[in-house]
């Protein structure tokens, strides 16, 4: 059993999933349907067909015969020996029976000799007599069943009727030998469909294989190659949006390399410093106050430019976590972005940057503060920090009947159009020798988008390079988890 069990599960995982598997299948049931159903369709048409042609040349012979019938006024005694031997060679001929029945439903002639004399009542007979000819055939019994009426010549008065039944096995056996014929046309077009469905489900997956190989290259490290699979157009789109992540891989992780030896580099400076400064405080004797001062005070900025590392690294770590869980409630946004414009005034201030707030309406929403806080505070003292001394910063806030929008518009230095689609990725500075200068970390942004994000909103970026920048926060009124 779990052999079995094993098999099975192999079974329904790498062979019923293959593409190959069902690119097989497909061409298989592309072929062999179509087969079976013209197998069907030609079958069907020529047993119509068959039976069509034999009840008219049936139905042929009865008129004739009906038309000597009536002129030699048969079914009133009066004998033919010529009309016995026709009734009975179109039995012969067509193997099958004839009776002549008179309006007494009574039996006149019976080329089989067997119910001459009787009373046949049935329902075909009945309709001959009402002057209807009737003509039946029972595919499951081989037979065709057909009624003509005797006419009066001077009345046209039906007074008689002759019911034919006639054998269908020569149809049967035509049938049999054609299907047979047809049976096998459709192996050889089986067997053909099956051969040509193998090759071609090998071909067609090729590409897919290369693309697999060469995905296991680059994830191995053995291939620093972009992948190029033009084969289909699915093989090329697939190959673009692979190469479009390959490329972002890259950029993310040189961008990481490089701020961790920037990170590396600015926590050993003020070490270095605090070493130096212990150092050459140790060997001195009566050290004045002020040295201590200024030496404190150069160690002071030093771990401040640490605090905020660490600070901005534990917020995104604490972005990133999965079971992190938002505190919603009902907030005051007017009030809220009033808050977090109060306490980044002064620093606006010590450049003679001008914080203008604009607001539109009131605006309630369910939102998490602290983490809403966090995302403006980043932008707005990022449209500070990247600002020209005397520039300003614009701050407005607008709703409608779904979201709330915050725009923060700075007239800063801009960031270039190729770095644009870059500035939310984590570690990514756009200008990195001045970003150092002023203290930036490259993960404010990424912060702030990370917790609008988890608002379920979006933020949006449209600068123009030595004119400024805006950002754009969108977030729903209602929060839906």
């Known amino acids: 059993m779990v052999i079995i069990s094993g098999v099975r599960k192999y079974f329904k995982k790498n062979i019923f999933k293959s593409l190959r598997f069902r690119i097989i299948l497909l061409l298989l049931a592309a072929g062999i349907i179509p087969c079976l159903i013209m197998k069907a369709v030609i079958l069907n048409s020529y047993e119509k067909r068959a039976v069509e042609v034999r009840t008219a040349d049936i139905q042929n012979q009865c008129t004739i015969l009906c038309n000597q019938l009536s002129g030699i006024d048969y079914l009133n005694g009066i004998t033919s020996e010529v009309i016995k031997t026709e009734l009975t060679q179109l039995t012969n001929i067509y193997n099958g029976r004839v009776m002549v029945i008179d309006s007494d439903y009574e039996i006149e002639e019976d080329t089989y000799n067997l119910d001459k004399g009787k009373t046949i009542i049935s329902e075909d007979v009945i309709k001959c007599f009402q002057g209807k000819s009737t003509s039946h055939y029972d595919a499951?019994?081989?037979?065709?069943?057909?009624?003509?009426?005797?006419?009066?010549?001077?009345?046209?008065?039906?007074?008689?009727?002759?019911?034919?039944?006639?054998?269908?096995?020569?149809?049967?056996?035509?049938?049999?030998?054609?299907?047979?014929?047809?049976?096998?046309?459709?192996?050889?077009?089986?067997?053909?469909?099956?051969?040509?469905?193998?090759?071609?489900?090998?071909?067609?997956?090729?590409?897919?294989?290369?693309?697999?190989?060469?995905?296991?290259?680059?994830?191995?490290?053995?291939?620093?190659?972009?992948?190029?699979?033009?084969?289909?157009?699915?093989?090329?789109?697939?190959?673009e949006a692979f190469n479009k992540m390959l490329g972002r891989m890259k950029v993310l992780d040189d961008s990481r390399q490089e701020f961790v030896s920037n990170v590396s580099h600015e926590l050993k400076t003020p070490l270095t410093s605090m070493k130096v400064l212990a150092?050459?405080?140790?060997?001195?004797?009566?050290?004045?106050?002020e040295l201590y001062q200024e030496f404190m005070g150069d160690l002071s900025e030093e771990i401040e430019r640490e605090n905020k590392i660490i600070n901005d690294l534990l917020s995104?770590?604490?972005?990133?976590?999965?079971?992190?869980?938002?505190?919603?409630?009902?907030?005051?946004?007017?009030?809220?972005?009033?808050?977090?414009?109060?306490?980044l005034r002064p620093i606006a201030a010590n450049r003679n940057v001008e914080v203008v707030f604009e607001s539109f309406r009131p605006v309630s929403a369910e939102v998490d503060e602290m983490k809403l806080s966090l995302a403006i505070s980043n932008l707005v003292e990022n449209a500070v920090k990247y600002n020209h001394d005397g520039g300003w910063v614009h701050v407005s806030l607008n709703a409608d009947h779904k979201y709330f929008y915050v725009e923060v518009a700075d007239s800063g230095i801009g960031i270039p159009e190729d770095s644009v689609e870059h500035i939310f990725e984590r570690f990514y500075r756009v200008d990195k020798s001045h970003s150092r200068e002023i203290g930036g970390t490259g993960l404010g942004l990424s912060i702030a988008r990370n917790a609008v994000v988890m608002h379920r909103g979006a933020v949006k970026v449209f600068s123009q390079e030595g004119e400024g920048t805006t950002f754009t926060i969108r977030i729903p009124l209602t929060y839906v988890s």
């Open 140 to 239: 499951a019994n081989r037979y065709i069943e057909v009624t003509a009426p005797i006419t009066d010549t001077e009345t046209d008065a039906v007074k008689g009727v002759m019911l034919v039944s006639v054998s269908t096995d020569s149809i049967a056996d035509s049938m049999t030998i054609l299907e047979g014929n047809a049976n096998v046309v459709a192996v050889i077009i089986i067997v053909t469909m099956a051969v040509l469905a193998f090759f071609a489900g090998v071909l067609m997956v090729k590409p897919f294989k290369r693309i697999t190989d060469s995905i296991g290259a680059v994830t191995e490290g053995y291939d620093d190659n972009y992948l190029h699979e033009n084969a289909y157009t699915e093989t090329v789109l697939i190959s």
């Open 279 to 289: 150092d050459s405080l140790l060997s001195q004797e009566e050290v004045p106050a």
């Open 316 to 343: 995104l770590v604490k972005m990133d976590k999965t079971a992190t869980t938002l505190n919603i409630k009902s907030e005051n946004i007017n009030e809220l972005v009033e808050r977090i414009l109060k306490r």
